[in-house]
């Protein structure tokens, strides 16, 4: 699933520059189906400014394509619509209107299936939030035919078509998940005993969580995931296909076309990846078209790692010792971190999740940028955030006697930390440790990762070298006192395509 995430540092094959803008992402969207094997593209009505007018200009730019390939069948666009925020449901139903608006376009052309029959609903902590979005879908919908039909028909089988599908995005929500989906599921399939026959769709965040509660939580919380969800599906007789969030560094995911076959076993039982902009456009197109094919090939076969109750509160305990180390962490440093973020060069039109418009990132009294943002800061400095607080937490997990459950249920931890380690910067953390002791506690972190995971962090080769010398090209120019914004950009940019992601 193609999304429109704006992590790329490099210039898509498709464009003179890496700046994509809305008027170019219906294009982008015909491109990526003809080009490349990806089945479903995400239109993101929740973080960006959208043009509502992609059904029209889909069926009237991509004709061909689309009668080879028909929309809502072969290929899917999907909505992710806005988080539930209780009375305030402005864009969410211009969404909704959208939605109804171009299932009445498709039927015109002859076209009777709705070209668009699934929404994602951000920020997902409860049953009640895709249960009420659901319900006043309904009404809209019927509300809809009545005004604008003049032969009346039964919505019932309209409507039983759509999906509301959660978007779960924080680590509490992630590990207790089965009171998420068992009353929402078992709600949908009394009203509309159809959806057994298709199985549902849950969708997993794995960005967002590693933000608010550092790399091992977020993957610790989406493997026990996948675990319930796949059982509370089995206890309905029901099947579910996971969707995972990821991007192409360690820190939001480690989903890469040269990466494929470690994160396809460490998160086996995903049948549905994210594959954003960084994926598809800082690597060779040839070499992202063959990892797709492989992925394509490869995800049906893997089977979810079940997890046992007593595995479960190890891993919840594992959670809690983590992020109780990187929250604290994240706020002592959120102003270095803020400082950089406004340097790192936006990628696509993006709605401010501050005041007006939607909702905030932050950890505890602190606001942070979104993940890309944050990521892209951290990297820029020489300090993946793949490392921080992992070391002090190995040391408590070790104290805890819970390194050997760490180590079953995220194998792909040792390359995940190497990856990311190899654009460590130890200068420009020394440097910054003479200035706030907190820098020192990250230190440690290194220490002990490299201590006992028995591996090496820092550049190993040529371009990891390259890549250190920007990072303290970007930190002298910061404490310079003589800041251009234009250059630290500029380097942050190279930085960003040299480990072939913005963030």
């Known amino acids: 699933m193609a999304t429109q995430h704006p992590d790329n540092a490099g210039v898509p094959w498709w464009r003179k520059d890496p700046f994509v803008p809305t008027q170019d992402e219906i294009e982008e969207l015909l491109l990526l189906f003809k080009e490349l094997p990806i089945d479903e593209y995400m239109w993101d009505w929740e973080g960006k400014y959208v043009d509502e007018a992609v059904g029209e200009k889909l069926f009237s730019r991509g004709r061909e394509l689309f009668l080879k390939h028909p929309l809502g069948t072969d290929i899917h666009l999907t909505y992710r619509i806005p988080a539930f925020q209780g009375e305030k449901m402005h864009h969410m139903a211009r969404a909704f209107m959208n939605i109804l608006s171009l299932a009445d376009f498709a039927s015109d052309l002859g076209i009777q299936r709705p070209p668009v029959t699934e929404m994602f609903l951000p920020l997902t902590t409860s049953a009640l939030q895709p249960m009420k979005v659901r319900a006043v879908f309904e009404e809209v919908a019927v509300y809809h035919s009545h005004l604008f039909h003049t032969k009346k028909k039964s919505m019932k089988e309209f409507v039983s078509m759509f999906d509301v599908t959660p978007l779960v995005e924080d680590v509490p929500s992630l590990l207790s998940i089965e009171k998420i989906v068992r009353p929402y599921w078992t709600k949908l399939l009394k009203e509309h005993p159809s959806i057994r026959a298709r199985g549902q769709r849950i969708f997993l965040a794995r960005s967002d969580p590693a933000l608010n509660a550092g790399l091992i939580p977020a993957v610790l919380a989406v493997k026990v995931a996948l675990s319930k969800v796949n059982e509370v599906a089995g206890s309905l007789d029901m099947d579910v296909f996971p969707i995972l969030g990821t991007g192409s560094l360690p820190f939001r995911g480690s989903v890469n076309p040269q990466y494929t076959e470690t994160f396809l076993t460490q998160y086996a039982g995903v049948r549905t ?77 993006r709605l401010q999740h501050i005041g007006l418009f939607g909702y905030s990132r932050g950890i505890g009294k602190v606001r942070l940028p979104r993940a890309i943002g944050f990521t892209a800061a951290l990297y820029s400095v020489g300090i993946p955030p793949e490392l921080i607080a992992t070391g002090r937490g190995l040391v408590k997990a070790g104290e805890a006697g819970l390194l050997e459950t760490l180590e079953e249920f995220y194998p792909a931890m040792r390359e995940d930390l190497k990856h990311a380690g190899k654009y460590l910067n130890c200068e420009n953390l020394a440097l910054l440790a003479k200035k706030k002791p907190i820098f020192r506690e990250i230190e440690l972190d290194i220490d002990a990762i490299e201590k006992i995971l028995e591996i090496d962090l820092g550049p190993s080769k040529s371009h990891h070298l390259i890549h250190r010398n920007l990072t303290s090209s970007i930190y002298q120019r910061l404490v310079s006192g003589n800041v251009v914004a234009a250059e630290i950009t500029k380097d942050i940019v190279e930085a960003g395509v040299i480990r072939r992601s913005l963030g």
């Not at 270095?336 to 790192?344: D, H, Q, R, S, T």
Request: hydrophobic fraction near 35%.
């Open 273 to 349: 990846y994210s594959i954003q902009s960084g994926f598809r456009y800082d690597y060779p197109k040839d070499q992202v078209k063959k990892a797709l094919l492989e992925m394509k090939k490869q995800v049906p076969k893997k089977k979810v790692v079940r997890i046992g109750a007593a595995d479960v509160k190890k891993i919840q305990k594992l959670c809690e010792l983590f992020s109780d180390v990187w929250r604290p962490t994240i706020e002592s440093i959120a102003p270095l971190i803020n400082e950089i973020a406004e340097y790192v060069p936006p990628r696509r039109e």
